[in-house]
């Protein structure tokens, strides 16, 4: 990516590696990403703001459903063995839980 500030363009492998970043994103238009200039083709910076966003906010739903899933796993397992049981599959359940809100975090921190 270092060459997305250059005057000679953009190579076939960033190219094809900046589509491939967004391969998640379902509807969009790799073309979208780019356009040509006299020194060769550049990145649309407003197109790839865009979609940064959009795979961001793709990525912190996921993030958070995956959360709230983990959740109801958790109050629906307590509600098995009873209020103030505690055992060690209970433990691991709330372990998973704070990983994923770490993970979260990270993400977050990183954006």
Do not use: C, H
């Not at 391969?23 to 865009?50: C, E, H, Q, W």
């Amino acid at each position: 990516m270092s060459e997305t500030g250059t005057s000679t363009g953009l190579s076939i492998e960033t190219i094809e590696s900046l589509i491939a970043g967004f391969s998640d994103l379902s509807g969009i238009n790799p073309a979208s990403l780019f356009y040509s200039s006299a020194d060769g083709v550049k990145v649309n910076t407003a197109a790839m703001l865009r979609l940064i966003e959009a795979e961001n906010k793709l990525k912190m739903t996921d993030i958070e459903s995956k959360i709230e899933k983990q959740r109801k796993a958790i109050a629906d397992y307590q509600s098995q063995i009873g209020e103030g049981v505690d055992d060690s599959k209970l433990r691991k359940m709330n372990d998973e839980l704070l990983e994923m809100m770490r993970n979260q975090s990270r993400y977050f921190a990183m954006y």
